[in-house]
RNA sequence: CGGGGCGUGGCGCAGUCCGGUAGCGCACUUGGCUGGGGGUCAAGUGGUCGCAGGUUCAAAUCCUGUCGCCCCGACCA
């Protein structure tokens, strides 16, 4: 492994690359598109999840599993749907291999389904299908699942993280009797899905829904949270459908009102994906590596013990044993690194893994009472007693998780504009961030935006104001206040 | 789908133009001295050169075919 990663301001997608092999989170798979999450990746990928999964069954909802293949005619049954999806699935054609004397191992060619079997990506048709075996009346709703599970859409362009062939996600798919039940849910979701951003991940967002163009394939309207990396470009971090009854009339979903009246279900899907991942990288590292929030760091602090011989060891072990106990009883995640590599080594390697907090215990501390204790997040270092240390350290930990929040909000506000017009709006865009400003409403000039500086409309934010507003581009009076930005 | 690049020890590469039986850095192993910001010295392990065919006394190198991956673009969450 070479030392340093490229600058992060000179080439951004080198250095995240860089950081994702370096700081041990995933490698390719065989084949293309795929990925190889390693244990320190999945590490914080379970934690997020831990915490997600405890967010939803908090609000009455359950997991529950659906297969991962599906028939092909499923799909067809949406129209917007299959637009939507068609172009990237995964189709299974057979079911068996054979010997061949020449070529080692073949398709059996007798082994040919009768029908397709596509795999997921995405769950919408297999659960509408189910859903209809299980709705009849009203006393059926609402229907509140989860499922964590793998999705595959066949991508062209694949990032570790961020768009991969198959990637892990939650889906939610909920049925609701009335559309204001439909809404409200899909509005709920969307404000966990905030929090978990905000709170957890240390990752301001913005909240909003998307436009015509941008919104998922069979969804009546679409809500997301949009994040900004430390390149300026907008993510999109997790999103929440309101389904509408699209669904529930493809597949002819009926239940019985209290009213003995027939009425379609109403529906909401929402997801967040091994791309959050991704996004706490390009959020928070820097040019040393990985800065990790610490309520989803699978290492809150390393403890780097430095002695020369075995002795000076067993006194370092035996000077720790109180930490470690005071570790265990408020239960913050520690690791010890007695491995022979020199303490710089350990230094550098573990701020590449974005380790909150670093405690270094040597024979001087020992002698002194003492040990040093350094953060990774702005730097600091200090030399402390070890009462101080073990009574701070908690704090500690959480002045570094809205520290890092902080930070980030600081550069998102750095970095968002208001514009008038579309020279401004231009000039703005090139220099990258979110642009704020008035929309007509028409796809037309979204895609003529589009077109001209490949920038596209992130959301349009639940807080907007358009009533004093023109559009950008066709000076008509604005329809929305939208983010415009380059995006993932 | 279009353009470009690359397949050689675990990783990154040189060697290919001009054919002569494989080399460098890192990593790894063992030992010594070291240890508070990527230590050092010494001795080692490891490769049918992506695959298949051809030319040749001889192929990593030349020819033909084939497979795969990466990057940029188009498409798309």
């Known amino acids: 492994m070479s030392k340093g990663l490229p600058p992060k301001d000179s080439d951004f997608s080198a250095w995240y690359n860089a950081i994702v092999s370096k700081a041990d989170l995933a490698e390719h798979g065989p084949v293309k598109g795929t990925m190889v999450i390693k244990p320190y990746g999945f590490q914080l990928w379970d934690n997020i999840k831990e915490i997600f999964d405890k967010m939803i069954k908090a609000t009455g909802h359950t997991n529950a599993y659906f297969p991962l293949f599906i028939p092909k005619s499923y799909l067809a049954q949406e129209a917007e749907h299959v637009d939507g999806f068609a172009k990237e699935c995964a189709v299974v054609t057979h079911t068996r291999l054979k010997a061949d004397p020449e070529k080692g191992i073949i398709v059996d060619p007798e082994s040919k389904l009768e029908e397709e079997v596509i795999v997921r990506p995405t769950s919408e048709t297999i659960i509408w299908a189910m859903y209809k075996k299980w709705i009849q009346s009203y006393r059926d709703l609402p229907i509140l699942i989860n499922q964590w599970a793998n999705v595959v859409r066949w991508e062209m362009?694949?990032?570790?993280?961020?768009?991969?062939?198959?990637?892990?996600?939650?889906?939610?798919?909920?049925?609701?009797?009335?559309?204001?039940?439909?809404?409200?849910?899909?509005?709920?979701?969307?404000?966990?899905?905030?929090?978990?951003?905000?709170?957890?991940?240390?990752?301001?967002?913005?909240?909003?829904?998307?436009?015509?163009?941008?919104?998922?394939?069979?969804?009546?309207?679409?809500?997301?949270?949009?994040?900004?990396?430390?390149?300026?470009?907008?993510?999109?971090?997790?999103?929440?459908?309101?389904?509408?009854?699209?669904?529930?009339?493809?597949?002819?979903?009926?239940?019985?009102?209290?009213?003995?009246?027939?009425?379609f279900v109403y529906a909401t899907s929402w997801g967040v994906s091994t791309r959050l991942v991704g996004a706490v990288i390009m959020a928070h590292g820097d040019d040393k590596g990985l800065r990790l929030p610490p309520k989803i760091a699978p290492i809150q602090v390393v403890i780097i013990p430095i002695a020369r011989d075995?002795?000076?060891?067993?006194?370092?072990?035996?000077?720790?044993?109180?930490?470690?106990?005071?570790?265990?009883?408020?239960?913050?995640?520690?690791?010890?690194?007695?491995?022979?590599?020199?303490?710089?080594?350990?230094?550098?390697?573990?701020?590449?893994?974005?380790?909150?907090?670093?405690?270094?215990?040597?024979?001087?501390?020992?002698?002194?009472?003492?040990?040093?204790?350094?953060?990774?997040?702005?730097?600091?270092?200090?030399?402390?007693?070890?009462?101080?240390?073990?009574?701070?350290?908690?704090?500690?930990?959480?002045?570094?998780?809205?520290?890092?929040?902080?930070?980030?909000?600081?550069?998102?506000?750095?970095?968002?504009?208001?514009?008038?017009?579309?020279?401004?709006?231009?000039?703005?865009?090139?220099?990258?961030g979110f642009v704020r400003c008035g929309w007509d409403g028409s796809p037309e000039t979204e895609t003529a935006i589009k077109n001209d500086t490949k920038a596209t409309i992130r959301c349009i934010p639940l807080d907007e104001n358009p009533l004093e507003l023109t559009c950008i581009y066709s000076g008509k009076p604005a329809l929305h206040e939208v983010i415009y930005a380059k995006a993932y």
Request: aromatic content about 10%.
């Open 157 to 263: 362009r694949t990032r570790l993280f961020l768009r991969t062939s198959e990637f892990l996600w939650q889906e939610g798919h909920t049925a609701h009797a009335t559309a204001e039940e439909a809404q409200k849910e899909t509005l709920d979701i969307l404000e966990l899905y905030r929090q978990l951003a905000e709170d957890y991940l240390a990752m301001p967002v913005l909240t909003g829904f998307k436009s015509e163009a941008e919104k998922f394939a069979g969804a009546n309207k679409t809500y997301c949270i949009e994040a900004m990396m430390g390149d300026k470009k907008a993510l999109q971090a997790g999103t929440s459908h309101n389904l509408g009854q699209n669904f529930a009339k493809a597949f002819d979903v009926r239940f019985q009102t209290k009213e003995n009246t027939e009425a």
């Open 310 to 432: 075995e002795a000076q060891a067993e006194m370092v072990k035996k000077y720790l044993q109180p930490v470690r106990d005071s570790f265990e009883e408020k239960g913050i995640r520690y690791h010890e690194d007695w491995t022979d590599r020199s303490p710089g080594f350990k230094f550098n390697e573990w701020e590449m893994k974005g380790v909150p907090l670093r405690l270094e215990v040597g024979p001087r501390d020992v002698e002194n009472n003492k040990a040093v204790l350094a953060r990774r997040d702005n730097g600091d270092k200090n030399i402390v007693s070890l009462e101080e240390a073990k009574e701070s350290i908690p704090n500690l930990l959480e002045e570094i998780q809205e520290g890092l929040f902080s930070q980030a909000l600081q550069f998102q506000k750095d970095n968002t504009h208001t514009v008038e017009t579309y020279d401004e709006f231009k000039a703005q865009i090139k220099k990258g």
